[in-house]
């Protein structure tokens, strides 16, 4: 048996180094993905934002850069410099594998976050461009080795002085936290080539009937996977936004609460890789997501999650419960003007574990929403997301369980939403 595992290690390994040895930053993501980050993050938290590779060398356009630093790169000569300067702060990351925060040669702070994926460098998200008064004496300052042709700071004061001024503390949390969201998102791309290979190959080395047959199984694991690691983009970068005024306005605590709790569910939703886990684990996860949503809602969201006595010990199939709560916030609570409530129940019904999920948001049917939604979706926006989730969900439950363990969802405007989760309560894992 060791030597099976060994093996399978072995294979793994190949693998993942024939992915590495294939693609650069711009294959992991894709340049018009990079530039949606930086752009969505770059509003969230006000800073400017450019991608370089393991070279130093930009390969996204300028996002959310300032007057005062566009008109400086006008200059050929100048330009070069500044991308020297975002060039050191990719080495330094490169080099430490860590956040370097640094002062480019105007004196404006700026910070370079590795992109490392398995522990391979793949290039830096270089962001900044802010003034900031209270750094400490240690962090680097290039202006000390690099020199521009004028000192910028007194012939351009005027643009210089409009620049955005951050606290040191607050700047560093904030490239702490996008730092975790772009490395997880790394992880996220990566398993998904590594799938797509994997899946190549197989369909390459088998015949007609077994390849239809392998891909059935390979496609119930890649569901589960795909589950694990959908995290919608816009509400991470909402949460991000939510945090990022919260500690322009507060002194700490309730932005600790909030990135600690986001860090747990990023956590969670992650790297988990159980084909179930207990009820109570599962209702914590969804409390932390309902949590972080009253957090954005304050007193237009209220929710409840009620877990009978007897059930405390069950085991329920990894995420099948988050997208119908995002349903119930994003379509139910979120439209309506004055708010709602969204309540949990997890109980026995007969041989069945029942979880219902409720609000008493407008309650618009499937046929509602697409009409009403249908101007976004060009676009994308968070139902796209929310809505696959969902598909995924009722076609695993299907699949494992028989057509009686479909969904059921209902809709009134008079009440809200209402869903039926339902699975066997003696269940065999192997089948999901």
Known sequence: MDGFFDSKTKDLVQEEDSVFSNFDINHLFGKEKLEDIQEKIAKA?????????????PVTELTSFTSFCREIRQNEGEKRLCWSSDAFGAIQAAVTQKTSVYFCPCGLLEVAIPIIVRGHYLGGFIGGQIRCLDAPQNICRLETVMHHAEDYKVSKSDLFNEIL???????V????????IINQLGEKELSGLMQKESLNKEMDSLNEKKKR???????????????????????????????SNLAVI???????????????FLRYNLTNTKNSISIPEEMENIERYLKIQKVRLGDRLNYSIIIADNIHMQRIPCFIVLPFIEKAVFYGINQKREGGTVRVAV????????ICVEDNGLGLSEEKISRKFKPYKEGGYEGDAIETGISNIRQRLVNSFGPKYDVVMESSEASGTKCLIKYPKNYDEKVL
């Open 250 to 264: 507060e002194n700490a605590p309730k932005t600790n609460e909030m990135t600690t709790m986001f860090a747990e």
């Open 45 to 57: 938290t006000g800073l400017a934002f450019v991608t370089v590779d393991y070279k130093g060398e």
């Open 347 to 354: 109980y026995y019904q007969d041989n069945d574990v029942v």
């Open 173 to 180: 949390n904030i490239a702490d936290l996008i730092s975790m």
């Open 213 to 243: 047959m392998e891909l059935e199984y390979s496609l119930k694991n890649a569901e589960l996977v795909a589950l694990q690691s959908q995290m919608n983009p816009s509400f991470l970068f909402r949460c991000l936004n939510s945090i």
């Open 165 to 171: 001024e951050m606290k040191y503390q607050q700047f």
